[in-house]
């Protein structure tokens, strides 16, 4: 495993020992880190490269991967900044590492920046698992996802996202072409054994 600052975003690398697999974008909550969703990386893709960037902006010392005015307030100017800065990084680690475009792994904050990278510059991602994620942009561009497949997981009673509100993000990313499969899940916020039990799943039939 290596980390390095050369690329723009501290982050880990964990080269693939499978050749084949499609490689991995972690991208952790608020308060998290670059090494935070390794072992998830590692259960649900076993073999696959692992690439985990730190999101830069910090709120009250928590990393995150954009700001927010308020929980579920996000500074719109912002994201679109962050995600346009993040697709960069994913071109860069493909260019260093010699890597074939990454399926998302996010969990929340990591899950609202993925969906902002789909919807802004698609051509990033192969994919997206997001994890308790809920509409990034109140007003997003009209985008061509046909073909990039979408795996959205909700918790029932979760207090930060709105289930409306995953429901919305699921249903537009539909309709701008992405085969999307969203799951509601006997749970909060936190992750359970069924988000990984479901997201390997996801990944193994891709
Ligand atoms: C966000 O700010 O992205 C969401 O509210 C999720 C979180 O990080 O708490």
Known sequence: MSTTTELSFIHRFVPATEPGRRPLLLLHGTGGNEDDLLPLGRLVAPGSALLSPRGKVLENGMPRFFRRLAEGVFDEIDLRRRANELA?????????????????????????????????????????????????????????????????LSGASDPIVPLDNAKRLASMLSAAGAIVQHRVLPAGHVLT??????????????
Do not use: C, H
């Open 88 to 152: 960069d990084f994913i071109a860069e680690a493909q260019e260093s590492y010699k890597l074939v475009a990454p399926i998302a792994v996010g969990f929340s904050n990591g899950a609202n920046i993925a969906a902002a990278v789909l919807q802004l510059r698609p051509e990033a991602l192969a994919g997206a698992a997001l994890l308790r994620a809920m509409m990034p942009l109140r007003d997003p561009p009209t985008v061509e996802l046909t073909g990039k497949s979408v795996l959205i």
């Open 193 to 206: 054994q069924a988000d990984l039990g479901f997201t390997k799943d996801w990944i193994d039939r891709l």
